[in-house]
C-alpha cells in the first residue's frame, strides 16, 4: 500500500504543477491582449479660410441735437410727435408770444416817433446850413442845431436796434428744426413754463451708426473706410468704418470704432442701444485648419496625431479662430490628427482607425 501511494505521488505532484502552469500561461495570454480604441482621423492639409473679426457693439446715431428756445416762455404749442421725422426747417414748438409782440409793437411806436424827430431836425438843419453859407447865421447856433440833428440820428438808429432786438425775441419763440431727423423725446409739456436754455425738442440725425469696443491686439487690424457686416435682431446689412479712436477708454482700455450703416434699417424697426454683431473682413488666411472641438488642453493646448497606430500628444499653437475652425501652428500637412474619439484617449493608446473623413463639414 505504501508502496502504491509512492507511486501515484510523483503523477499527482506532475498533474498539479501541469494545471497550475496552464493556469498561469491562459492569465498571461489574457492580460497580453491590449484594447484597441475607435477613433476617426483626418489628414492635416494647407487651407485657405475666410479671416474675420467678430465683435458685439450697440446702434446709434450720427448726432442727437436738443433744441432749446433761447428766451423764456410758456409752451403754447408742440407741432411735432415723438419718433416722427421732421424736414430742415419744420416748426417743432411754440411759446406764448403776447408779451414778445407788445413789446415789438412798443419798439416800432419808439422808431416811428425816433425817425420823425430826426427827421425833422435834419431838415431844419439843411435851411440854417444854407443861411449860414449865406452869412445871415453864426456858426456857433449852426453848431447847436447840428449837435441836437445827431443826438435824434443816433435816438433813431437805437429805436432801430431795440425793434429789431424785440423783433428777434418774439422770432425765437418759434423753435424750427435745423436738419431732418427723428424725434428722440419731448421734454416739456403744453402750458409749462420752459426756461432760456433748456431743452425741449431732442432730434437724432438719420444716419443709423454702430460704436464697438475693439481690443488693443485688433485695433491695428482695422482702418477707416473698411467694409463690415452688421447684424441686428437677425438682420444683415453692410457698413463702413467712420472713424477710429486713438486713445482707449478709460474703463474698458478698448478703442472705440465709429460705424456708419451704409444700408440703412427701415427707421421703425431701428431702436437706439440695440446689440448689434459686426464682423470686420481680413481676408484669407493660408495654414492648416482644424476643428475646436479636436483640440485638448492640460495647461497647453494639443491634439492626438496618430503614428503606427498609436496615439502621439502633438503640442499645438493657437492662430485664427473662425467659427468651430482653428488655424493651428505645430502639425505638418500630412500627418492624421484625430477629431473624433480622442477625449478618452491617453498618449501611446492603441488605437484602430474608423473611418477618415472631414470634420470641416460636420
Keep these: 500500500m505504501n508502496k502504491r501511494i509512492g507511486v501515484l505521488m510523483p503523477s499527482v505532484m506532475l498533474l498539479t504543477l501541469t494545471l ?18 475607435l477613433v476617426q482621423v483626418q489628414e492635416a492639409k494647407e487651407e485657405a479660410f475666410p479671416v474675420d473679426l467678430r465683435y458685439t457693439g450697440l446702434t ?3 448726432e442727437v441735437k436738443k433744441y432749446s428756445f433761447k428766451i423764456p416762455g410758456k409752451l403754447t404749442d408742440i407741432a411735432v410727435e415723438k419718433g416722427a421725422f421732421v424736414k430742415s426747417g419744420q416748426k ?6 403776447t408779451e414778445y409782440g407788445l413789446a415789438v409793437q412798443a419798439s416800432q411806436l419808439n422808431v416811428t416817433k425816433a425817425e420823425k424827430a430826426y427827421t425833422e431836425a435834419r431838415d431844419n438843419y439843411q435851411k440854417l446850413e444854407q443861411l449860414y453859407e449865406a452869412g445871415a447865421l453864426p456858426e456857433a447856433d449852426l453848431i447847436k442845431v447840428k449837435l441836437d440833428c445827431d443826438v435824434k440820428e443816433a435816438t433813431f438808429n437805437q429805436a432801430k436796434i431795440e425793434l429789431e432786438s424785440k423783433q428777434i425775441q418774439l422770432n425765437d419763440a418759434q423753435l424750427y428744426a435745423q436738419g431732418e431727423g427723428y424725434v428722440v ?6 402750458s409749462e413754463n420752459i426756461a432760456a436754455g433748456y431743452p425741449a425738442v431732442v432730434i437724432r440725425s438719420p ?3 454702430v460704436t464697438v469696443g475693439l481690443s488693443q491686439n485688433d485695433v491695428h487690424k482695422v482702418k477707416v473706410g473698411d467694409t463690415v457686416e452688421i447684424t441686428v435682431d437677425g438682420q444683415k446689412t453692410k457698413g463702413k468704418v467712420e472713424r477710429l479712436e486713438a486713445v482707449p477708454d478709460s474703463q474698458t482700455r478698448t478703442y472705440t470704432a465709429e460705424i456708419l450703416i451704409t444700408e440703412p434699417f427701415p427707421s421703425d424697426s ?3 442701444g440695440a446689440t448689434a454683431e459686426v464682423k470686420f473682413a481680413q481676408g484669407e488666411a493660408p495654414g492648416i485648419w482644424v476643428p475646436l472641438a479636436c483640440i485638448l488642453n492640460d495647461g497647453q493646448d494639443y491634439v492626438f496625431i496618430v503614428e503606427e497606430d498609436r496615439a502621439v500628444k502633438r503640442n499645438i499653437k493657437l492662430m485664427d479662430v473662425q467659427g468651430f475652425n482653428v488655424r493651428v501652428e505645430g502639425l505638418s500637412s500630412g500627418e492624421r490628427y484625430v477629431f473624433s474619439g ?3 484617449l491617453k498618449e501611446g493608446h492603441k488605437v ?5 473623413g472631414n470634420p470641416h463639414e460636420q
Design 185 to 190: 423725446d419731448i421734454l416739456f409739456r403744453e
Design 342 to 344: 480622442m477625449k478618452s
Design 60 to 62: 446709434s446715431s450720427g
Design 207 to 209: 444716419e443709423q451708426k
Design 20 to 37: 497550475i502552469l496552464g493556469g498561469c500561461t491562459k492569465e498571461v495570454n489574457v492580460t497580453s491582449l491590449e484594447k484597441e480604441q
Design 92 to 97: 417743432l414748438a411754440s411759446l406764448d408770444t
Design 270 to 272: 431701428y431702436y437706439l
Design 352 to 356: 484602430r482607425i474608423q473611418s477618415e
